[in-house]
């Protein structure tokens, strides 16, 4: 943030920090050329050593930072100058702190890289017990189980973390609906049916009074 004026700056600080921002507050058109780089640039036109759009033309000049002009000038040809300068976007004040960090957001959404393809996630691997979520597909030493899709995602859920125990309710909330209130029988119906389809029912290990755990044998030899 880049605001001389102390009454201005403190509340926004302290909102934006309150927000989960990181911010750090300089004074000056030439503390904030010197500044360490920073994900955004809240700048100030009106700075007491040099001109708020001097400061936004040198910043832009040595970086894509993306920079939000505020300032009490509301003129129309202000904006222009402002955008043409390369400031991604324009406030003025007063403002309301929502539409402060509703503008941030939407600007650092803009800018935001964007990662040249998604990740491929392979099937998991848990020896003889393969699970590929993209296919909904799985395979126990190689041969494929047809699953019901609640059962396809309760043994995904299991698999999450393989060994540790999610309880009943965990699995209600996450396979089933998030305000189940019913009995939890529904679980044990459809662990049985799974047990018996994988055709390993120690895998899904009954942690009595807490949970289910699941705990995949090694590969037949
Ligand atoms: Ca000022």
Do not use: N
């Not at 019901?148 to 699995?171: H, M, N």
């Amino acid at each position: 943030m880049v605001e001389d004026d102390r009454a201005i700056a403190e509340p926004m600080i302290e909102g934006l920090r309150r927000e989960g921002f990181t911010v750090s507050w300089v004074g000056t058109g030439a503390e904030a050329l010197i500044a360490a780089p920073s994900d955004l640039v809240l700048l100030d036109l009106g700075l007491p050593d040099m001109d708020g759009y001097g400061v936004c033309r040198q910043l832009r000049a040595g970086s894509s930072v993306p920079i939000i002009v505020v300032t009490a000038r509301g003129a129309e040809v202000d904006k222009v100058v402002g955008l043409e300068l390369g400031a991604d976007d324009y406030l003025v004040k007063p403002f309301g702190f929502r539409e402060l960090v509703a503008r941030i957001r939407a600007v650092l959404r803009r800018t935001e890289t964007q990662p040249a393809s998604p990740p491929v996630e392979g099937p998991q691997d848990l020896g003889a017990l393969v699970i590929d979520r993209r296919t909904r597909r799985v395979t126990v030493d190689g041969e494929e189980r047809a699953l019901t899709p609640k059962e396809f995602e309760l043994l995904a859920l299991l698999a999450e973390d393989p060994g540790a125990v999610v309880t009943r309710q965990q699995i209600l909330e996450e396979v089933w609906d998030p305000h189940w209130y019913g009995p939890t029988k529904t679980v044990d119906v459809h662990v049985a049916s799974l047990r018996r389809k994988l055709g390993h029912p120690e895998w899904i290990e009954t942690v009595r009074g807490v949970g289910l755990r699941l705990a995949p044998g090694a590969p037949a030899p």
